[in-house]
């Protein structure tokens, strides 16, 4: 079974392609065009057969996280120790604020993850923001008085994986300098050669008071169920556990449902996704370097988001996005909303079938124009 051979995606009604008229290609927001996982089309079956639309309650769902993080990188997760959140950024915005005191600064790397500039100060916390994956920068900002560092790993919107040596790095940093880590862990199912690395299995003081996020949605393509679970190391549980119990009631049943059969059944399909990424991103490097040479790109280690650089092409300023939309009608994310590293960057989804990414980067050469 192809994965990503959906009959009709302009029928869709989320936001990928809800948003745009049908002149647009959309290729921006993290969902994919994908069939659901068989495991998860059942489970959601059931629920509506059985009328079972109520509130949502997490029932295993932390034993089902820790039977999908034990076998497929090693980590022992504590059941008892995870709280069901309605989806990453509720969970994050929540943890920061049992976490850290009010006003606090909370350092981010740049690119990134837009949201994560809404979020941090809605929570009542300050964003500092480094350039990624820099840690003389990171040390500063530490040093400067940071009380939480929201690391990203895999890192979006650049796709890379952090290595141990480069977590045990950021680890060591975060004891010396008594900095929270909270970790928002949303693509690590995504990683292609499996070489994903839990900051909680550190042997690290920081990493024992760590919080995880951790979700199906990216991964499973579930991000509308509304499910996400915070797993807090066993130094922040009695911290953590002071969440309001009134948070986990905006999480959906659905999301619940579908998140334990992803975890505990949904591999198979996930490894049949990661197959079909893996050739697309490669492709894309093909397709770029024939079409728009000008384009440059690092294929991801890690999700179906390309992080393209156009800041070589003429004409195209700070948001590219903005001149590929309304000349190719292809519509990508929009680099400046990262943060200011994206400046002259591009997002593009790669979660599609050959077909989309092949019309995707024809309309980007048209948009571009002759070089
Ligand atoms: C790094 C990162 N964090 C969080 C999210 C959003 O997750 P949620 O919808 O569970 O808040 C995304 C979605 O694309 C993401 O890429």
């Known amino acids: 079974v192809n994965p990503f051979a959906v009959p009709d995606l302009r029928a869709r009604r989320s936001a990928t392609w809800a948003e745009y008229g049908p002149d647009v290609l959309p290729?921006?927001?993290?969902?994919?065009?994908?069939?659901?996982?068989?495991?998860?089309?059942?489970?959601?079956?059931?629920?509506?057969a059985r009328s079972d639309t109520g509130y949502a309650h997490p029932g295993r769902l932390g034993e089902a996280f820790a039977c999908f993080a034990a076998a497929r990188w090693g980590w022992t997760v504590e059941?008892?120790?995870?709280?069901?959140?309605?989806?990453?950024?509720?969970?994050?915005?929540?943890?920061?604020?049992v976490l850290t005191p009010d006003g606090a600064a909370v350092v981010v790397d740049s690119p990134a993850y837009p949201p994560f500039f809404h979020w941090?100060?809605?929570?009542?916390?300050?964003?500092v923001t480094v350039p990624?994956?820099?840690?003389?920068?990171?040390?500063?900002?530490?040093?400067?008085?940071?009380?939480?560092?929201?690391?990203?790993?895999?890192?979006?919107?650049?796709?890379?994986?952090?290595?141990?040596a480069e977590l045990e790095a950021i680890a060591e940093l975060a004891t010396r300098y008594d900095v929270q880590v909270v970790v928002d862990e949303i693509h690590a199912p995504l990683v292609y050669d499996g070489a994903?690395?839990?900051?909680?299995?550190?042997?690290?003081?920081?990493?024992?008071?760590?919080?995880?996020?951790?979700?199906?949605?990216?991964?499973?393509?579930?991000?509308g169920l509304e499910a996400a679970l915070l797993v807090a190391g066993p130094?922040?549980?009695?911290?953590?556990?002071?969440?309001?119990?009134?948070?986990?009631?905006?999480?959906?049943?659905?999301?619940?449902?579908?998140?334990?059969?992803?975890?505990?059944?949904?591999v198979p399909w996930l490894d049949a996704v990661l197959a079909g990424l893996d050739a697309r991103r490669r492709l894309l490097a093909d397709l770029l370097a024939a079409e728009v040479p000008a384009v440059r790109y690092t294929p991801p280690a890690a999700t179906y988001l390309a992080w393209l650089d156009f800041r070589?092409?003429?004409?195209?300023?700070?948001?590219?996005?903005?001149?590929?939309?309304?000349?190719?009608?292809?519509?990508l994310s929009a680099g400046p909303t990262f943060?200011?590293?994206?400046?002259?960057?591009?997002g593009l989804n790669l979660g599609t079938s050959e077909r989309t990414l092949r019309a995707g980067v024809r309309r980007i050469a048209l948009g571009v124009g002759p070089e």
């Open 339 to 346: 943060g200011a590293e994206g400046r002259g960057f591009a």
């Open 196 to 223: 994903h690395v839990p900051f909680a299995t550190l042997d690290s003081p920081a990493a024992r008071r760590a919080v995880v996020l951790a979700s199906a949605s990216k991964a499973w393509n579930l991000a």
């Open 27 to 48: 290729m921006w927001a993290a969902e994919m065009d994908v069939v659901l996982a068989e495991p998860i089309r059942a489970a959601l079956a059931e629920m509506v």
């Open 235 to 266: 130094g922040a549980w009695p911290v953590v556990r002071r969440i309001p119990e009134e948070v986990r009631y905006g999480a959906g049943l659905p999301g619940v449902l579908a998140s334990e059969a992803a975890w505990l059944h949904g």
């Open 120 to 127: 941090i100060p809605d929570s009542g916390r300050r964003c």
């Open 312 to 331: 070589g092409v003429p004409g195209l300023g700070d948001d590219p996005a903005a001149v590929l939309l309304a000349r190719g009608r292809v519509a």
């Open 132 to 164: 990624h994956a820099d840690l003389g920068r990171l040390e500063r900002a530490f040093a400067d008085g940071a009380a939480a560092y929201l690391l990203c790993n895999p890192h979006d919107p650049t796709g890379t994986v952090r290595t141990r």
């Open 79 to 97: 059941p008892a120790h995870t709280m069901l959140v309605p989806d990453v950024m509720r969970g994050i915005a929540e943890a920061l604020r």
